[in-house]
Every structure is written in C-alpha cells, then in structure tokens.
C-alpha cells in the first residue's frame, strides 16, 4: 500500500527555469510534510517542510506547497542549478515518528 | 560535529551468513532509526530505537531481523542467513528529540550485497 506516491519517477529541467516535482498521498491523517534531497552514495538530507495547517512554505529558491483537499503537495525550485541535479523524496508522517516515504524522483538540470 | 556514522560502507555476505550494520548517531541525538531502501523503491521504515529501547519495530521482518541501541556503543542492525533479496541499502538516521522527522540526520548508507 503505497501512501506516498510520486508519480514521475524523472524530470530533465533546463538551468535557470523552474522545476515542480510532484507528490500525493492517501492517508488523510498524515499532518507533516517533508522533502529530502538525495546524491548518490549519501543519505538523504532534509530539505523543506510544511504543517498541514499550511498551504504554502518558502525557502529560499525552494517553496513546497499543499493542496489538502487534493492530497497533493509540489515542490518548486526557481531558478534551477546544476547542483540541484540529485532525487528526490517526499515524505510525510503524523503522531509518531515514522516516516512514509515516495519512490523518489530523479532531478536533472541541464546546463 | 561528525554526523552520523555507518559502517561499513559496503557489506557482501554470502547466502546463508550474517550481516551486522552498525550506526552512530550524532553527539547527543538519543533516538535512531533504521531504513531500508530496495532497488528502484523509497526508504521503508524498519524499526525506532531509543537507548536501550525499541519503541516501534513495526517495520522489521518478522524473522531474522533485529535491532540493538545499547546504552554505551553504536546502534546495530543484525540480519541473520541472508537471502538474496536482503541486498539493498540500510539507512540509520537520528535525532535530538522525537516527534520531527526534519530532526533527523541521516548517515550515508550501508549497501548490503548478498551473493
């Protein structure tokens, strides 16, 4: 039962335009969101987040957003680096402390 | 301030044998956790340890799997008899406090290869 879904498992952006990576969920308890960044051979590293009482987070040239009647959150990257070449991972959880992951999706900026 | 540390990097085990992954956590993060990512698959949650405490193993294989967080020493994960479908990446993360999962750190990875 997949309860994190990303649905694009790749995404080729040019340098400088806005990326918009996409994520839905299925659980309606899940009250925190959260986006990880991962390179090859590392863990992921924590990104952004946001509440579900929120529907818009910024930071920086990142800004995640939720629509929760929708069960859909994105995150937008503007402008787009070379660096931000990497996968990367919705997550969400609720009350405890375990994370529900997606499948990850695979970011490329082309110069 | 190191992060957190896993070792070893890379582990092949032969079918049949054990493999122990080891984990420690950040100077003063108390509370671990185990993931495990599969070939083309998200991280799946395994198991939340506190020192000398596992409050929710809800993610572990029922057999063959287990987990420790003494109180002096890092975190391990024992799988016992591999199999083949063992070999995937295990990541430990860890956190000052619960209740966050932008708390966590995660460490770079054990990948588990069983020939």
């Known amino acids: 039962d997949q309860q994190v879904k990303q649905n694009s498992p790749s995404l080729s952006v040019q340098e400088g335009r806005i990326s918009i990576l996409n994520c839905d969920y299925t659980?309606?308890?899940?009250?925190?969101f959260l986006w990880y960044k991962k390179y090859p051979a590392e863990g992921p590293t924590f990104l952004i987040s946001?509440?579900?009482?929120?529907d818009k987070n910024e930071d920086g040239r990142f800004t995640v957003f939720l629509n929760k009647s929708a069960k859909h959150l994105s995150l937008h990257i503007v402008p787009s680096q070379p660096g931000d070449s990497a996968v990367y991972f919705c997550?969400?959880?609720?009350?405890?402390?375990?994370?529900?992951f997606g499948t990850g999706t695979r970011l490329t900026i082309i110069p | 301030n190191a992060g957190v540390m896993q070792n070893p990097r890379h582990l092949v085990r032969r079918r049949g044998q054990e493999a122990r992954l080891r984990c420690s956590p950040m100077?003063?993060?108390?509370?671990v956790y185990w993931y495990r990512q599969l070939p083309e698959e998200g991280l799946k949650f395994m198991v939340y340890?506190?020192?000398?405490?596992?409050?929710?193993e809800s993610g572990m294989p029922k057999e063959r799997f287990s987990a420790e967080f003494p109180k002096e020493g890092p975190s391990i994960l024992r799988i016992q008899q591999v199999v083949r479908g063992d070999s995937a990446a295990y990541f430990c993360?860890?956190?000052?406090?619960?209740?966050?999962?932008?708390?966590?750190?995660f460490g770079s990875g054990t990948r588990l290869t069983v020939v």
């Open positions: 993360a860890s956190s000052p406090y619960s209740g966050t999962g932008y708390g966590y750190t």
């Open positions: 659980n309606s308890m899940f009250d925190y």
């Open positions: 946001i509440s579900s009482i929120k």
């Open positions: 997550a969400a959880y609720f009350g405890n402390e375990k994370l529900t």
């Open positions: 100077k003063g993060h108390s509370h």
């Open positions: 340890l506190q020192k000398e405490n596992i409050i929710d």
